[in-house]
Nanobody
Framework: QLQASGGGLVQAGGSLRLACAAS????????MGWFRQAPGKEREGIAC????????YYSESVKGRFAISRVSANNTIYLQMNNLKPEDTAIYYC????????????????????WGNGTQVTVSS
């Protein structure tokens, strides 16, 4: 089970940190990622981290502004979002892979099988 939190309303240029707590499954052995879906758009993979936390991957839309991290001790991943823009407004989801250490290296971070609840992020201009 994955439980996401930390969304909210922020002004453009501001920051938020999302958290995703995992339970009931050894997600620390698998890649995990953050996705988002804006109204009228397809779901987009924006950040991924491998099982050890040593490698991170980002979409071009968030590279340099967002940072994904994981703390194995509490089975949680985070997404630090800085310099937020109105186009970052979306529902954000965390996910864990069913493919071990492969998903982050696949297009769209393919292979995510476990999904958390969404958390709304709204950025005002």
């Amino acid at each position: 089970q994955l439980q996401a939190s930390g969304g909210g309303l922020v002004q453009a240029g501001g920051s938020l940190r999302l958290a995703c707590a995992a339970s009931g499954h050894p997600h620390d052995r698998y890649d995990m990622g953050w996705f988002r879906q804006a109204p009228g758009k397809e779901r987009e993979g924006i950040a991924c981290i491998n099982s050890s936390g040593g490698r991170t991957y980002y979409s071009e839309s968030v590279k340099g502004r967002f940072a994904i991290s994981r703390v194995s001790a509490n089975n949680t991943i985070y997404l630090q979002m800085n310099n937020l823009k109105p186009e970052d407004t979306a529902i954000y989801y965390c996910a864990a892979s069913a493919l071990g250490d492969y998903s982050c290296r696949l297009p769209g971070y393919y292979g995510m099988a476990y999904w958390g609840n969404g958390t709304q992020v709204t950025v005002s201009s």
